[in-house]
């Protein structure tokens, strides 16, 4: 770009940290509205009781580079589920798969369901008791605490269960995870842009970079 525009590298390196945080402050489109944005996770919420809307939740994974040997916090970046490198946001979105909210970012090690509590889910919960939400297995204590609002994946069978027991727990299983499989969509659109598959800039523009994109995805997805 800088070749391009005929103008210095640093240019649009600044140029890029002046909009980064810009596009990251935008918050996310409503589904057939341009505006309010959803900018929190109260927003969510509000909405969704308005609306009607159950939410679907997972995390998602990117991987980053491996810090300096020796520094503080080092090991808290490593996923224990792929062994890697990796910082964590949370993806919530509707039924079609249009992303409403990206955030709750946190290093790799830190438990799903953690970082929503830190983003205070609990008492969003309790504040909009209508609002339903659908996830997946890393959110079993989420939904053991609220389970008139929380749906996760039915837990797998003791060793001596029936073949009957066996067979509808997996029945169950399938049919939750069709419903909740539109958030994976939802992941999987900021992920087709290449800083997302494996992130290398500095850690602390992580946040702002994720947000951003996930803000521009969610302004082509707000029209389906």
């Given at each position: 770009?800088a070749?391009?525009?005929?103008v210095?590298?640093?240019?649009?390196?600044?140029?890029?940290?002046?909009?980064?945080?810009?596009?990251?402050?935008?918050?996310?489109?409503?589904?057939?509205k341009?505006?309010?944005?959803?900018?929190?996770?109260?927003d969510?919420?509000?909405?969704?009781?308005?609306?009607g809307?159950?939410?679907?939740?997972d995390g998602?994974?990117?991987?980053?580079?491996?810090?300096?040997?020796?520094r503080?916090g080092r090991r808290?970046?490593?996923s224990?589920e792929k062994k890697?490198?990796?910082?964590k946001?949370?993806?919530?979105?509707?039924e079609?798969?249009?992303?409403l909210w990206?955030?709750?970012i946190?290093?790799?090690?830190?438990?799903?369901?953690?970082?929503?509590r830190s983003?205070?889910?609990?008492?969003?919960?309790?504040?909009?008791?209508?609002?339903?939400?659908k996830v997946?297995?890393?959110?079993?204590?989420?939904a053991?605490?609220?389970?008139?609002?929380?749906?996760?994946?039915?837990?797998?069978?003791?060793k001596d269960?029936?073949?009957?027991e066996?067979?509808?727990?997996?029945?169950?299983?399938?049919?939750?995870?069709?419903?909740r499989?539109?958030?994976?969509?939802?992941?999987?659109?900021?992920?087709?842009?290449?800083?997302l598959?494996?992130?290398?800039?500095?850690?602390e523009?992580?946040?702002?970079t994720?947000?951003?994109?996930?803000?521009?995805?969610?302004?082509?997805?707000?029209?389906?």
């Amino acid at each position: 770009m800088a070749v391009f525009y005929q103008v210095d590298r640093a240019t649009i390196t600044r140029a890029v940290g002046e909009i980064r945080p810009l596009l990251a402050a935008r918050g996310f489109a409503v589904p057939g509205k341009p505006e309010p944005r959803l900018k929190v996770l109260a927003d969510v919420f509000a909405y969704a009781a308005s609306e009607g809307v159950t939410l679907r939740i997972d995390g998602t994974e990117v991987q980053v580079r491996r810090p300096k040997a020796n520094r503080p916090g080092r090991r808290a970046f490593v996923s224990g589920e792929k062994k890697q490198n990796t910082i964590k946001p949370t993806v919530i979105s509707d039924e079609r798969g249009r992303m409403l909210w990206c955030g709750a970012i946190r290093p790799g090690r830190m438990h799903d369901v953690t970082a929503m509590r830190s983003e205070g889910i609990e008492d969003l919960l309790r504040q909009y008791p209508k609002v339903k939400a659908k996830v997946d297995s890393g959110y079993q204590g989420l939904a053991r605490d609220f389970p008139d609002q929380v749906t996760a994946p039915p837990k797998k069978p003791k060793k001596d269960a029936t073949d009957t027991e066996r067979a509808a727990w997996d029945l169950a299983r399938h049919e939750q995870s069709s419903q909740r499989i539109c958030v994976e969509h939802a992941i999987a659109e900021p992920k087709q842009w290449r800083t997302l598959q494996r992130y290398i800039g500095r850690r602390e523009h992580f946040a702002d970079t994720v947000c951003a994109i996930a803000g521009l995805v969610s302004d082509r997805c707000a029209t389906r």
